[in-house]
């Protein structure tokens, strides 16, 4: 059986094709499965990244959350409903609706996220629902509706084909959005005259392609468009008729642009790039039209945020570069419904349907589509002022859906605390453990990608349909059931009657389309031409852009070509800039700057890339990427463990092995979101930015903090194997481990800084009594192994790190029922006879190593065509070309 359905990852929002095969002997939850990219589908035309690619090894019952739990104990889901409601009501009763909280995640539903803004808005009565966009996106929502009036993103990425100069800014999309770099390559490949330019502080993967690198200094972004705006002004190259006609405020706009950044010389010095780069930046900006600006967190995740989407859109309003093919602001998000969940308010600042508080109409409007009895009526807490509130005890009860903030939220430790003192903390996850759940009264089991179904919005405005392959595992239930089951039980029954995603799109729908054209009220999201879609072609929905609308049936794939938008005047809105510096600043204790991000390999806090062996194979561990001066400077060696710290902040440190590369500024590190207490005993990083957010949208300032570095000064290191996960690890007596799941064991990185003097005893304690072992005191080195009916169940090797052996091999000989004789023999040694050290995986689809592409490139391979033609690296997803791109580079 063949499906279609779309890709739980970033916001790129890629058609995936899934073959499940259907056969008897397979249990319903292990049916074999098979994805590949939609050749149709407008978003990626067949191609997946790493992580889609692996999409199948994700499809398990390990680690699934399959029933209702209160206070860790199973419970009938009747039961567990009936506490949630109960719980909900009566905190009502006695503290008010604003006592309640919803906290969303982009990784819902559109109709999941629906019913729960409904619920909380218009029946429980207050606006106290934010979601985990509020960390990727919300920074540009406001700055789309302070220029367009509306959140409406102008262009699509067809217009990508379509430029003659693609500007990326705080974007890394050769490993955060691989699908449209990908785009960007072809792109470049077709057109040699397209100009690249990537604007970030990191040399990136992203960089591969560039003509054109401006290692800004972190948080100048403003000062260099507020630079480029001016520029264009002196060179005569405003484009005046689009201006008179369709914007209004540029005289403000210029007067800060020059108070700030008139003279180039001085803004390429306080961006601390060439002076010769920047004018060349400038100079093809201003001579080619079309021009695309893709931008990202790099821009959003600042105290400055929506002033830098304001800098770029600022640029692209006054040189009229907007609404027609090759040109416009992209701004990218981060989830695969990101965009849906602002569509249906999923916000504390949005009503629904692109619909604000600010308008006293609006919420009259929403009120009386929804016949709500209890419609909120101002904004309500945003994310991080939401658990802030928890802790002084104004939250008393909270509904945390699909997400894990205690690692994603900046401040982990205060999340952790407001957790802890929350009366009442209800999640919905398909997930069994996460740093988060460890904290819920009630937990109840959601379905996940393969099971759930409905529609997810890209960053393009396009509506897709996310499809079920499978059954729902175990008790598990949609998202929207479940909501509507509690609201059911709260008194709101006629209104949650819902008995599928399609009833609750239609109303979806509807509601966009509700008193949209009444004069002053015409809103940029409207499908609703689809509120009496049938269930029949609803299942058969195909991605579409909206607006859907009576006058665009087929949908839209840009905006604003009219000139026109959503103002009350029509008119786009230049805003005056003002550069400010982040406020989390360096200083004598800390006097370093951190700045986060993804990796290729991995998505937010691992909870499903995490149970993808496949998806280590890239990075295994938490790191720290450090410039080689930095490293002299702090004693540091290539793969040292080494702690960061923020003692005015936290007690808790982040420890990872140290990544020495030029591709950092000095004085400043990159250390990845991922790793948390599942993984990793000390690889939040959360913990060590401050709750600092931009005043307008509330996104926290995750680009900078100021953190303390110093080497972990380790006794030992080894590597442990081990057939179970060995859940009583992180009790051990070591300062370090790192899970890191293999094919058919668990292994292990363990370091610590006391010494032991006695490994056998060790072993026996925490393990179990070795079988085979080896020892060299001399060295601190100790090998050792437990058999038991034949089969291997652990080995341990305590050694140097740079003499740890790739795990492989090792972890093949847990698939054994029984051990041979002959591997036996070498099972200390930690390799088998033909193995050969191919290096750290480069092309996690084919396991390619870096010694392997770099003996290939020594035999004469000179291109990535031909070192796909003899490895296959980079012949699959393509994740991997950049970094094939830069050893090329680098051998040749």
């Known amino acids: 059986m063949q499906c279609k359905t779309t890709c739980p990852y970033c916001g790129v929002g890629c058609g995936v094709v899934a073959e499940v095969a259907e056969t008897a002997a397979a249990p319903e939850y292990e049916q074999p499965i098979r994805v590949s990219g939609d050749l149709d589908h407008p978003a990626n035309q067949g191609r997946l990244c790493v992580k889609g690619s692996a999409l199948v090894d994700t499809l398990t019952t390990r680690g699934r959350l399959l029933t209702p739990q209160l206070h860790g104990q199973p419970v009938a889901w009747d039961d567990a409903l009936e506490q949630v409601a109960q719980g909900f009501t009566r905190t009502i009763a006695e503290h008010g609706p604003d006592a309640v909280a919803f906290y969303l995640s982009g990784q819902l539903l559109t109709e999941d996220y629906y019913v729960a803004n409904k619920l909380i808005k218009g029946f429980i009565g207050t606006a106290n629902i934010?979601?985990?966009?509020?960390l990727c996106m919300a920074s540009a929502v406001v700055a789309h509706k302070r220029a367009f009036g509306s959140d409406t993103v102008p262009l699509c990425y067809d217009d990508i084909d379509q430029a003659r100069l693609l500007v990326l800014v705080g974007s890394n999309a050769a490993w955060n959005h691989p699908i449209l770099f990908q785009r960007m390559q072809a792109a470049k490949q077709r057109t040699p005259a397209l100009k690249v330019v990537v604007i970030d502080p990191r040399h990136t993967a992203t960089c591969e392609l560039a003509d054109l690198h401006l290692a800004i200094k972190p948080a100048t972004d403003t000062l260099l468009f507020n630079g480029l705006l001016h520029y264009l002004a002196a060179a005569g190259r405003l484009n005046q008729p689009f201006i008179d006609q369709h914007t209004e405020g540029l005289a403000?706009?210029?007067?800060?642009?020059?108070?700030?950044?008139?003279?180039?010389?001085?803004?390429?010095?306080?961006?601390?790039?060439?002076?010769?780069?920047?004018?060349?930046?400038?100079?093809?900006?201003?001579?080619?039209?079309?021009?695309?600006?893709?931008?990202?967190?790099?821009?959003?995740?600042?105290?400055?945020?929506?002033?830098?989407?304001?800098?770029?859109?600022n640029c692209h309003l006054a040189t009229g570069r907007i609404g027609k093919p090759g040109m416009g602001p992209l701004s990218i998000t981060g989830q695969p419904n990101a965009m849906g969940g602002r569509e249906v308010g999923g916000l504390a600042n949005q009503l629904a349907a692109h619909m604000d508080f600010e308008h006293p109409a609006s919420i009259d409007r929403?009120?009386?589509?929804?016949?709500?009895?209890?419609?909120?009526?101002?904004?309500?807490?945003?994310?991080?002022?939401?658990?802030?509130?928890?802790?002084?005890?104004?939250?008393?009860?909270?509904?945390?859906?699909?997400?894990?903030?205690?690692?994603?939220?900046?401040?982990?430790?205060?999340?952790?605390?407001?957790?802890?003192?929350?009366?009442?903390?209800?999640?919905?996850?398909?997930?069994?453990?996460?740093?988060?759940?460890e904290l819920a009264h009630i937990r109840l089991p959601a379905t996940g990608w393969s099971e759930k179904d409905g529609t997810?919005?890209?960053?393009?405005?396009?509506?897709?349909?996310?499809?079920a392959l499978l059954p729902a595992r175990g008790e598990a239930r949609h998202d929207w059931r479940i909501i509507s089951d509690v609201a059911r039980r709260m008194g709101f029954a006629a209104a949650f009657s819902y008995q599928s995603p399609w009833q609750i799109f239609r109303e979806h729908a509807a509601l966009s389309a509700f008193e949209n054209n009444e004069q002053g009220a015409r809103r940029d999201?409207?499908?609703?031409?689809?509120?009496?879609?049938?269930?029949?072609?609803?299942?058969?929905?195909?991605?579409?852009?909206?607006?859907?609308?009576?006058?665009?049936?087929?949908?839209?794939?840009?905006?604003?070509?009219?000139?026109?938008?959503?103002?009350?005047?029509?008119?786009?809105?230049?805003?005056p800039i003002i550069p400010r510096p982040p406020q989390q600043q360096p200083d004598q204790q800390r006097p370093l700057v951190m700045n986060t991000g993804r990796i290729r390999d991995q998505w937010h806090t691992m909870t499903r890339t995490g149970l993808a062996h496949s998806l280590f194979q890239h990075r295994a561990e938490p790191f720290i990427e450090l410039h080689p001066q930095d490293a002299r400077d702090y004693g540091i060696e290539q793969n040292q463990l080494v702690q960061l710290s923020s003692p005015a902040l936290t007690a808790t440190v982040y420890i990872?092995?140290?990544?020495?590369?030029?591709?950092?500024?000095?004085?400043?590190?990159?250390?990845?979101?991922?790793?948390?207490?599942?993984?990793?005993?000390?690889?939040?990083?959360?913990?060590?930015?401050?709750s600092v957010t931009d005043p307008l949208s509330g996104q926290p300032e995750s680009k900078q903090a100021a953190v303390q570095l110093e080497p972990l000064p380790v006794q030992w290191q080894a590597l442990l194997l081990s057939r179970g996960e060995q859940a009583n690890l992180p009790a051990l007596p070591i300062n370090y481990h790192c899970r890191i799941p293999l094919q058919h064991s668990q292994s292990w990185r363990l370091a610590s800084v006391r010494p032991v003097t006695d490994w056998r005893a060790w072993c026996a304690q925490h393990l179990s009594r070795p079988v085979l072992e080896f020892a060299d005191p001399s060295a601190g080195h100790y090998r050792a192994a437990a058999i038991a009916n034949g089969q291997l169940e652990w080995v341990l090797l305590v050694l140097p790190f740079a003499q740890l052996p790739d795990t492989r091999w090792l972890d093949s000989l847990f698939a054994d029922s029984t051990i041979p004789a002959e591997q036996l023999n070498r099972l200390l040694a930690g390799c088998g006879s033909n193995q050969a050290d191919t290096g750290p995986i480069v092309c996690s689809c084919f396991q390619i190593g870096q010694r392997a592409i770099e003996a290939e490139i020594?035999?004469?391979?000179?291109?990535?065509?031909?070192?796909?033609?003899?490895?296959?690296?980079?012949?699959?997803?393509?994740?991997?070309?950049?970094?094939?791109?830069?050893?090329?580079?680098?051998?040749?």
Request: with cysteine; aromatic share 8%.
């Open 456 to 467: 997810v919005t890209n960053s393009e405005r396009c509506i897709s349909r996310q499809r």
């Open 130 to 134: 934010d979601t985990n966009s509020r």
């Open 858 to 892: 020594t035999a004469g391979a000179c291109s990535v065509e031909q070192l796909g033609g003899t490895l296959a690296c980079g012949t699959n997803c393509g994740s991997c070309v950049p970094e094939l791109q830069a050893l090329l580079r680098s051998c040749l």
């Open 252 to 313: 403000q706009a210029l007067a800060e642009a020059e108070r700030s950044a008139a003279e180039p010389d001085r803004v390429a010095d306080r961006c601390d790039i060439a002076r010769a780069d920047l004018q060349q930046f400038y100079r093809w900006f201003t001579e080619t039209e079309r021009t695309v600006t893709f931008y990202s967190q790099g821009v959003n995740q600042s105290s400055s945020g929506v002033d830098n989407g304001n800098a770029i859109i």
């Open 656 to 690: 990872g092995r140290a990544r020495i590369t030029d591709s950092q500024r000095p004085g400043e590190l990159f250390v990845p979101m991922h790793w948390n207490r599942q993984f990793a005993s000390h690889g939040n990083m959360g913990s060590l930015i401050e």
């Open 366 to 437: 929403v009120q009386r589509f929804w016949n709500a009895p209890n419609m909120a009526q101002r904004n309500g807490l945003k994310a991080v002022e939401l658990f802030q509130a928890m802790e002084r005890g104004e939250i008393k009860a909270v509904w945390i859906m699909a997400t894990n903030p205690v690692v994603s939220l900046p401040d982990g430790d205060q999340v952790r605390r407001a957790l802890q003192a929350c009366p009442l903390v209800v999640v919905s996850d398909c997930v069994a453990q996460t740093d988060t759940s």
């Open 525 to 575: 999201f409207d499908i609703g031409v689809l509120a009496d879609i049938s269930e029949a072609a609803y299942q058969q929905l195909q991605p579409i852009q909206w607006p859907v609308t009576v006058d665009a049936p087929q949908g839209t794939a840009r905006m604003f070509s009219d000139g026109c938008f959503f103002t009350a005047n029509g008119r786009a809105r230049f805003i």
